[in-house]
């Protein structure tokens, strides 16, 4: 078992120092016209691509380093830049994870390069899972996926909403039902291949935060996919569904929920790096901004607030590793520490931005600072891939055994 260790070792500290760089020189001074124009900011993500951060084998590197910290270390450094062009440059992960979490190695090896592409040709990849009337309640999924035997394909139809990507995606992985009177245990995940018939963008969604993200609904009609895309292939599927039928113990995740376990560190990680860039605006400008005579950072009430904003973003990021390393070292999240983690930074962040805001008065409520950017960016993250009530749930359930409601 790889030793726990809160120093990141040279590899870590040479990954997150370039990171920094790139978010510091490239995303920082674009993010405003960004988050204006609420557009996918293209040049950004190919530059990302072209010095290697948007890539396969980046994202392989840091998933697979062994203490686990590889990942929300390059989360909290791309989201410390701007949290809207790092979900832009990091929303395909998503979709790769999804694929790794339920392909087989086969179905890894074709499609996860293909969600990336090349600096010269880049690509993005879509996961589809919320639905207009299924959104934490994942046993509610409307669409469908009914197989055609004599074919060898399957066929999906529904609409799926807030999808990052949706749309504009080169891969699409879709959550889909196969036997509704199983509700959540009858679920399965779809590769749609660039360019399949009957897959369409519908509504584009303007959002009060991370508005350089992509997000909109993808509607699917009769669109027919290849048997070998089903992730995990069919056989793996007919054994998961017979034993959910018969009641058995053991009957396997469900696809939307592997996904977002395996994810919920890194977007807590996200949350961590939007919270250090408000505290550390906040701190600047509390050393240099005079009132009365003296730095107003000399007034105890702004000065026990940047403490408290301080002590929230470091124990929101030990949540996050501990997290992590327990997912590198095949540790099972007994007591949830994946929600933990997720929860907590995402309030933290939330808190955080609110009280720069605060102290920078009038300043903080305008575009001429970003932290009025940053805590519309922070918004989000009590509500996506889990909201915090469902991630108090799900960790209620696992430290009391008890089925809460």
């Given at each position: 078992m790889t030793t726990f260790s809160l120093d990141p070792g040279p590899d870590q500290i040479a990954v997150r120092d370039w990171l920094h760089g790139f978010a510091a020189d490239v995303v920082r001074p674009a993010a405003a016209e960004w988050d204006e124009r609420e557009e996918t900011p293209w040049p950004i993500i190919q530059e990302a691509a072209k010095l290697g951060i948007y890539s396969l084998d980046f994202y392989a590197q840091q998933f697979f380093d062994p203490s686990g910290v590889g990942i929300p270390i390059a989360m909290e450094e791309l989201f410390w830049g701007d949290a809207?062009?790092?979900?832009?440059?990091?929303?395909?992960?998503?979709?790769?994870?999804?694929?790794?979490a339920n392909g087989t190695d086969e179905q890894i090896g074709t499609w996860a390069p293909q969600m990336f592409g090349t600096p010269e040709e880049v690509r993005l990849a879509a996961f589809c899972s919320s639905e207009p009337d299924a959104g934490s309640d994942v046993s509610a999924l409307r669409t469908r996926a009914v197989y055609d035997q004599a074919k060898d394909e399957w066929v999906l139809n529904g609409t799926k909403t807030w999808a990052t990507n949706g749309g504009i995606a080169h891969v699409h992985v879709v959550v889909a039902t196969v036997d509704p009177e199983l509700g959540a245990r009858g679920q399965a995940s779809f590769i749609v291949p660039p360019g399949t018939?009957?897959?369409?963008?519908?509504?584009k969604f303007k959002k009060h935060g991370i508005r350089a993200s992509h997000t909109?609904?993808?509607?699917?009609?009769g669109v027919r996919v290849p048997g070998h895309c089903l992730l995990g292939g069919k056989e793996k599927l007919d054994a998961r569904l017979a034993r959910a039928r018969e009641g058995t113990r053991g009957s396997g995740k469900n696809a939307?929920?592997?996904?977002?376990?395996?994810?919920?560190?890194?977007?807590?990680a996200q949350a961590v790096g939007i919270a250090r860039a408000a505290y550390e605006v906040a701190l600047d400008y509390a050393g240099t901004r005079v009132q009365f005579g003296k730095p107003?950072?000399?007034?105890?009430?702004?000065?026990?607030?940047?403490?408290?904003m301080k002590t929230r973003i470091d124990a929101a990021r030990l949540l996050v590793w501990r997290a992590s390393w327990m997912a590198a070292t095949h540790q099972p999240f007994t007591a949830a520490e994946g929600s933990m983690s997720k929860l907590y930074a995402g309030e933290t962040a939330k808190f955080v931005t609110e009280r720069a805001m605060q102290i920078l008065g009038g300043?903080?409520?305008?575009r001429e600072y970003p932290v009025e950017r940053m805590h519309r960016d922070s918004a989000i993250y009590t509500v996506f891939e889990g909201?915090?009530?469902?991630?108090?749930?799900?960790?209620?359930?696992?430290?009391s055994g008890a089925p809460i409601r």
């Open positions: 809207g062009i790092g979900l832009a440059i990091t929303g395909t992960t998503l979709a790769a994870v999804a694929v790794l018939p009957g897959l369409s963008q519908g509504q909109a609904e993808v509607v699917l009609d939307a929920m592997a996904t977002f376990e395996a994810s919920r560190p890194a977007v807590g107003i950072i000399e007034n105890q009430g702004v000065a026990f607030q940047l403490a408290d300043n903080g409520f305008t909201t915090s009530e469902i991630q108090r749930l799900v960790i209620a359930r696992a430290v």
